[in-house]
């Protein structure tokens, strides 16, 4: 060989091996930037590929978020560099979802990973569908020496005209053990046939026949249809009364999208979430959506992440977490009662899930409605701005009339209950009248068990949960103590801890339990149901609860918020509130937004057909314009009332908020920590303002001690590179954790 030939050979010997190609994974952790890692030969990763990588001595699950750049600051040396594992047999994450992931990350000021948490939150699905096997029956004879025993025989019978069946469901039938079945297999006799695990999703059918529309409820159909036909994005407030079939006219935009072959996404509170709501679903389109909420036993959870992520799924309905999906083809969002407040998710991820549902429909260039008979100050702001298209269905379908609200002023010593007692003589006189009819009446009052507070009646000691800054709950119907912010619960002691005195504990002030007793003291012949988060377990209670109503099986329902959202009761033609004022104590800044909504909502179960229904409040604060509005049904002026105020002191939606709330379990830590921060805080800039800290309406939460700061800006201002550059300015000590709360929606 030339020598120059033997030199070139060498030369390309010495050359370094191509260096790996690497990609950008970003693991469901906080950490504030994706990880390189090696891509193997022959692997295909794309970007949105679900992978499972190392990461010290553990393996986790990631999704390539990009290209990985060797020269980039502080890249891993090729050397160094980990190879991704393996690579999960799934559709790659859509890019409008890994865009979505970034977005939320950057808005709540929360690492990336936290997000992708949320969108892969059953990590189990990303593994294959367990494979199941069924037997059928072989053609042709049986093999020569192959005995039929009576419980051989039997399997034969079971499968002679049916469908391949597992070897547990053959053998329990047959009486025998699953072992004869797979015995029956070896021989030859029967054929083995692989089986997917879990159900197959229905498809909901976009072209079967509505229900006869009135000529509001079409043209707003109409207007809908065309949104989705367009294929852009837009947002709409659909604002109509309760009763004005507002689900009807969201239906069509269903239809419509379902129609064009994209998916659909229906999201509801889940205290909204009732089989009542599907199967109306249901009626329409011929078969239930998917659901999607946090009662999903485990294995649906699974199969559901995966049917949407491959687009077997055609439409979810399901509560805020159900946004996150990895949808392939999303072409409509819904969001039902916009405006209530389980949309706002308080920890973890802080976020309100209207406002993220609008930016997915924004990056994916879809259209999103807003549905709510009481629309939120935000949203209608939107409205007034022309950022969001408003479609209005101001009257009641079939002719139903609004149900006629009474202020009953317990000030007045007529209508004032008597001693120990909770219902107004006013309120009694109707119950009576409503009873004597043959019609239904509902009790409402948004507070669970018999007493909000117990007390001994020696010293005055009140009974406190021992992790939270909140009084203990009496829950008489099940015998206990209860903490409806950190779950504690203990038994009602024997004897006062303050002072050891015996049987003196008291009551004090009333919760459904303790309206109850006193409605079967005043009725005792009348059926009562208690409708409260702990009296119905699961959706398939409430649905009991529903149809008991329906067929006049309950005279009279007391209860909370559960029984407030979309339910339909012919019969039903009074509503009385207990304590309407409940909600407007505290110095909340959407106090009377809120008790406006829960009080008109509650208020709409009235007289939905064509017997009028009739509404009592019992209240002190009859003149306040929360009370004079709903007494009025003059929504728009409250709105213009608190709009106004807000204006006054530039809060949302005229102004910009974000709240930081430090939390630990050492108080004088966190007492420091907080005070450095008020210290740091961009008093230098005088747009802002800077409240706090001070302590949290909830100073002690789950054992944790909490201090608040609030800082508000002007409404065009965007405040996360604000807070980023107040935090950074401030180290934080260990054992002490700072939470952004963007856009605020409560203050405890």
């Given at each position: 060989m030339p020598e120059a030939a033997e030199f070139r050979l060498e030369a390309e010997d010495a050359r370094p091996a191509p260096a790996a190609r690497r990609v950008r994974v970003l693991l469901p952790l906080p950490f504030p930037e994706p990880f390189d890692y090696g891509a193997p030969p022959g692997l295909d990763l794309p970007p949105g590929s679900y992978v499972e990588v190392p990461l010290g001595p553990r393996r986790v699950f990631g999704v390539v978020w990009g290209e990985g750049d060797p020269a980039a600051p502080g890249a891993v040396p090729d050397a160094k560099l980990k190879p991704v594992l393996r690579r999960f047999d799934l559709p790659p994450m859509p890019e409008v979802s890994r865009r979505f992931v970034d977005w939320v990350a950057a808005y709540t000021m929360t690492p990336p990973g936290n997000v992708l948490r949320m969108a892969v939150s059953v990590s189990a699905a990303l593994e294959g569908p367990r494979v199941l096997t069924a037997y059928g029956r072989a053609d042709g004879d049986l093999p020569d020496g192959f005995k039929l025993s009576p419980q051989r025989r039997r399997i034969l019978d079971l499968l002679a005209d049916g469908p391949p069946r597992p070897a547990a469901e053959l053998a329990a039938e047959a009486g025998c053990t699953p072992a004869v079945v797979r015995a029956m297999a070896d021989a030859g006799v029967l054929l083995p046939v692989p089986l997917r695990s879990g159900?197959?999703?229905?498809?909901?059918?976009g072209a079967l026949p509505g229900p006869t529309l009135s000529p509001p409820q079409a043209a707003a159909a109409e207007t809908l249809r065309e949104k989705v036909a367009a294929g852009a994005y837009s947002a709409t407030l659909l604002d109509g009364v309760t009763g004005s079939g507002k689900t009807e006219v969201y239906f069509e935009a269903i239809a419509a999208a379902l129609r064009a072959g994209r998916q659909a996404l229906v999201l509801l509170p889940e205290i909204a979430l009732s089989p009542q709501s599907l199967d109306r679903f249901a009626r329409r389109f011929g078969a239930r959506p998917a659901e999607w909420h946090s009662d999903l036993p485990p294995p649906l959870r699974r199969n559901t992440w995966r049917a949407v992520a491959s687009g077997e799924v055609r439409v979810v309905v399901g509560a805020r977490s159900a946004l996150f999906l990895p949808y392939p083809d999303l072409g409509l969002i819904i969001v039902d009662e916009e405006h209530e407040p389980a949309f706002k998710q308080e920890e973890g991820v802080v976020y309100h899930a209207r406002d993220m549902a609008v930016a997915r429909a924004h990056l994916g260039r879809i259209p999103i409605v807003l549905v709510s008979a009481t629309p939120s100050l935000e949203t209608l702001a939107n409205a007034e701005a022309g950022r969001y298209g408003r479609i209005d269905l101001p009257d009641r379908h079939g002719g139903a009339e609004l149900p006629e609200v009474?202020?009953?002023?317990l000030r007045r010593p007529d209508a004032a209950p008597p001693p120990r007692h909770w219902l107004s003589p006013v309120l009694r006189d109707a119950l009576t009248e409503?009873?004597?009819?043959g019609e239904q009446a509902m009790l409402f009052l948004n507070r669970r068990g018999y007493a909000p507070l117990t007390l001994c009646r020696?010293?005055?000691h009140r009974l406190q949960c021992p992790n939270c800054t909140a009084w203990l709950v009496e829950h008489r119907l099940s015998r206990r103590l209860q903490c409806h912010h950190c779950g504690y619960t203990a038994r009602l002691p024997d004897e006062c801890p303050q002072c050891g005195a015996e049987g003196s504990f008291v009551a004090c002030g009333?919760?459904?339990?303790?309206?109850?007793?006193?409605?079967?003291?005043?009725?005792?012949?009348?059926?009562?149901?208690?409708?409260t988060s702990d009296t119905l377990l699961g959706p398939r209670a409430m649905q009991e609860t529903v149809e008991r109503v329906k067929a006049h099986e309950i005279d009279l329902l007391i209860g909370t918020q559960v029984m407030a959202k979309g339910h339909h009761f012919p019969l039903l033609t009074l509503v009385g509130v207990v304590d309407a004022d409940l909600g407007l104590s505290g110095g909340d800044l959407r106090a009377g937004e809120r008790t406006f909504q829960l009080l008109h909502q509650v208020a709409g179960r009235a007289g939905r057909e064509s017997r009028p229904g009739r509404v009592f409040l019992q209240t002190h604060m009859p003149d306040t314009p929360v009370m004079r509005a709903l007494a009025a049904h003059d929504r728009d002026a409250f709105l213009a009332h608190e709009a106004e105020a807000r204006r006054q002191t530039?809060?949302?939606?005229?102004?910009?908020?974000?709240?930081?709330?430090?939390?630990?379990?050492?108080?004088?830590?966190?007492?420091?920590a907080a005070l450095r921060l008020g210290r740091a805080a961009p008093h230098d800039r005088p747009e802002l303002t800077v409240l706090g800290p001070a302590p949290a309406p909830l100073a002690i939460l789950r054992g944790r001690h909490r201090r608040r700061l609030l800082l508000r800006g002007p409404k065009g201002l965007a405040l996360q590179p604000v807070v980023a550059d107040w935090l950074a300015a401030v180290e934080i000590p260990a054992g002490v954790r700072v939470q952004v709360d963007i856009d605020p929606y409560s203050f405890l």
């Open positions: 159900p197959r999703f229905a498809v909901p059918d009474t202020l009953i002023d409503t009873l004597a009819a020696a010293c005055g009333p919760g459904v339990e303790r309206v109850a007793e006193e409605v079967t003291e005043l009725f005792p012949d009348a059926r009562v149901a208690v409708l530039e809060m949302p939606p005229y102004g910009r908020l974000a709240a930081l709330i430090v939390s630990g379990e050492d108080e004088r830590t966190v007492e420091q």
